[in-house]
């Protein structure tokens, strides 16, 4: 059973500050996936990562795979009230086969507040 | 383009009784993966299916099932509801193997 420990649960932090999420595995990811969900909503991707090593950037986040593809982290520059909401990180794991057919194992969420 | 929709949104049913819950895809998607969201146990895997062919199944009871039409659109049935059922129920498509995931915004099942 693939298991996916993100980290921190909680955030609450004043707008202009910086944070960083963290997305553990110790199983070898074939692609990861960072969503993020407001409530009565469903998750909504940010991006996804596939290379060993790559960051991407998108505004303010930027997202890093490991290089060993079994981690990620999510960093958020001077946050803002607008980014409140819930982070999910989503691996998809290379079953037998060499395909993980569609099953994302999620972390527990991250539950961002960004306080004006 | 449309998102994932899925319908109905909300739905109230009490124990013992069965539900089916339906999602239509992405235009031109042709898999459709269904989770359970809950606050305890987060987001979890129930099946995928593609080309009307469930691929890949997660660790649920028999209670829970799913199918899919020829036009890509699926459904999802649970049978017997328990009152542990209650939960948001996530649509996802994907265009081909390896693609991430859309999710629609759910349909949140509560059992009375």
């Known amino acids: 059973t693939q298991l996916l420990e993100q980290s921190p649960q909680f955030l609450s932090i004043q707008e202009g500050e910086n944070l960083t999420v963290y997305c553990n595995s110790s199983?070898?990811?074939?692609?990861l996936q960072w969503y993020r969900q407001e409530p009565g909503e469903g998750p909504v991707l940010l991006v996804t990562?596939?290379?060993?090593?790559e960051v991407k950037k998108l505004k303010r986040l930027t997202f890093q795979f490991g290089d060993a593809r079994k981690d990620s982290s999510l960093h958020i520059t001077a946050a803002q009230p607008g980014d409140t909401g819930l982070y999910l990180c989503?691996?998809?794991?290379?079953?037998?086969?060499?395909?993980?057919?569609?099953?994302?194992?999620f972390g527990q969420g991250t539950i961002l507040t960004v306080h004006p | 383009k449309a998102g994932v929709t899925q319908t109905p949104r909300y739905l109230i049913k009490t124990r013992g009784q069965q539900v089916t819950l339906s999602c239509s895809p992405i235009?031109?998607?042709?898999?459709v993966s269904w989770y359970q969201q809950t606050p305890g146990q987060g987001l979890q895997f129930l099946f995928e299916y593609f080309s009307e062919t469930q691929r890949n199944k997660g660790n649920f009871p028999g209670r829970f099932s799913g199918r899919q039409f020829s036009n890509s659109r699926s459904e999802m049935n649970v049978s017997t509801l328990e009152l542990g059922d209650s939960a948001l129920y996530l649509c996802?498509?994907?265009?081909?193997?390896?693609?991430?995931?859309?999710f629609g915004d759910g349909t949140r099942l509560s059992i009375l």
């Open positions: 199983s070898v990811f074939s692609s």
């Open positions: 235009s031109g998607h042709r898999s």
């Open positions: 996802a498509s994907r265009l081909e193997v390896n693609q991430p995931q859309h």
């Open positions: 989503a691996g998809a794991y290379l079953g037998a086969g060499g395909t993980s057919y569609g099953k994302l194992t």
């Open positions: 990562v596939v290379t060993g090593g």
